[in-house]
């Protein structure tokens, strides 16, 4: 799984290098000998943005992208997607992306985390709850939030110095400690989708499109 989400990354626009950030030893090997890089990091995170902030301590950039490894159909214009969102704004010092919600299913699932953003785009709320509630009258549109993050180097230093905060404990959503702590997080609605591998049957589904070799549809 991981050498798929690598080489996608590694095949976005505006991405000079990747790098894989594990506590665990076998994952690392598994890396390298696919000839990818890897930093072993403290088994201690709370996050993956503290784990991704241990590596970026060292390195010499002015932006990061935090590409989850639990993310094999990612794609590579996703990743530019968010990149854009901070070079094209000097203001935007985090950025993430999400797609509307075709399916009802999906509204319902907690596995798959809902956002909702003010008109400018900066994210209000994500939740793992349906959100905006639909209580007669106009429905709302509904987005689904793809876990892929780019972050002003300074800025996730920033972050991963803040104490985790009472919802991001709550629904084990690291973001929401951005908000808590009243700062800002530019969205970006892309036309493509992903599968996160949370459960046996998101992993039988990235295997059928693998297998398939296809993507997922866009909008």
């Known amino acids: 799984m991981v050498e798929h989400v690598y080489r996608r990354a590694a095949a976005a626009r505006g ?3 990747v790098v894989v950030a594990t506590d665990d030893p076998r994952i690392a090997a598994a890396v390298e000998r696919f000839g990818g890089i890897a930093r072993m990091t403290r088994a201690s995170h709370r996050s993956g943005l503290d784990r991704v902030a241990e590596v970026a301590a060292d390195l010499d950039c002015p932006l990061v992208v935090n590409v989850q490894g639990d993310e094999p159909l990612v794609e590579p214009d996703m990743i530019a997607e968010v990149v854009a969102a901070l070079a094209g704004d000097p203001a935007v010092e985090m950025s993430t992306v999400c797609r509307r919600i075709a399916e009802p299913s999906e509204y319902t699932d907690p596995n798959v985390v809902k956002v909702v953003a003010d008109r400018d785009g900066n994210a209000l709320y994500f ?17 689904k939030h793809i876990g892929l993050y780019a972050y002003r180097r300074p800025f996730l230093l920033r972050l991963a110095a803040l104490p985790q905060s009472p919802l991001e404990q709550a629904e084990a959503l690291e973001q929401l400690r951005v908000l ?34 296809v993507g997922l549809p866009s909008t």
């Open 15 to 17: 991405v000079d290098a």
């Open 127 to 143: 939740s793992r709850a349906p959100i905006p509630f639909e209580r007669g009258g106009a429905a709302a549109p509904a987005y």
């Open 180 to 213: 808590e702590h009243g700062f800002r997080i530019r969205t970006v609605v892309t036309q493509h989708d992903s599968i996160g591998v949370d459960t046996p049957q998101d992993l039988e589904r990235v295997r059928r499109h693998l297998e398939a070799g």
